[in-house]
């Protein structure tokens, strides 16, 4: 018997994951209303929530979900060999895999979604920025920055967009 994946499973998995650990829809829309909004007076939730969960529809997406997460879940369960283990439990500066793994989001959206990953990444805004917060009994070494990756793509999707409106209405 061959290997066989639903896609619906992943996108299923990958969406009660994110719920499990915290994040909603509405937080990742807050975030890339937060990078979008000086650039374009009119923009609104909905179209923040539309462009998530476009970007969250994504297999390349959901893949990079499902093995952040679980790899912060092996680490809170102090179940990675060392000094991984210590790597990824205290989120050390010199480890980023992390941070590539985001990427590989971002990637989907062009060189637009890397800047505002990089804005991102370094104020972190909202839900990055509790996500981050490493006193509690979740550690989201990969989390923040695939919530992070995930709002600056959907934020990208949403400036592609705009540019297109933009010249189809010159015309």
């Given at each position: 018997m061959s290997y066989s994946l639903n896609s619906k499973q992943v996108a299923e998995a990958s969406a009660f994951w994110l719920t499990k650990r915290g994040v909603t829809m509405e937080d990742i829309a807050e975030l890339t209303y937060f990078l979008q909004k000086d650039y374009y007076a009119s923009l609104t939730m909905d179209e923040c929530r539309a462009s998530v969960e476009q970007v969250l529809g994504k297999r390349e997406v959901q893949n990079a979900i499902l093995t952040g997460i679980q790899l912060d879940v092996l680490a809170e369960e102090g179940k990675l060999l060392s000094p991984l283990q210590?790597?990824?439990?205290?989120?050390?500066?010199?480890?980023?895999?992390?941070?590539?793994?985001?990427?590989?989001?971002?990637?989907?959206?062009?060189?637009?979604?890397?800047?505002?990953?990089?804005y991102i990444d370094k104020i972190k805004p909202g839900l990055v920025g509790r996500l981050n917060d490493k006193s509690g009994e979740h550690k989201h070494t990969f989390l923040d920055d695939i919530v992070g990756a995930i709002a600056a793509s959907a934020s990208s999707r949403i400036a592609h967009r705009k540019q297109k409106e933009k010249e189809d209405n010159q015309m």
């Amino acid at each position: 018997m061959s290997y066989s994946l639903n896609s619906k499973q992943v996108a299923e998995a990958s969406a009660f994951w994110l719920t499990k650990r915290g994040v909603t829809m509405e937080d990742i829309a807050e975030l890339t209303y937060f990078l979008q909004k000086d650039y374009y007076a009119s923009l609104t939730m909905d179209e923040c929530r539309a462009s998530v969960e476009q970007v969250l529809g994504k297999r390349e997406v959901q893949n990079a979900i499902l093995t952040g997460i679980q790899l912060d879940v092996l680490a809170e369960e102090g179940k990675l060999l060392s000094p991984l283990q210590e790597m990824i439990e205290n989120d050390e500066g010199l480890y980023g895999c992390d941070e590539i793994l985001a990427l590989s989001i971002v990637n989907v959206y062009g060189s637009i979604g890397l800047t505002n990953f990089g804005y991102i990444d370094k104020i972190k805004p909202g839900l990055v920025g509790r996500l981050n917060d490493k006193s509690g009994e979740h550690k989201h070494t990969f989390l923040d920055d695939i919530v992070g990756a995930i709002a600056a793509s959907a934020s990208s999707r949403i400036a592609h967009r705009k540019q297109k409106e933009k010249e189809d209405n010159q015309m």
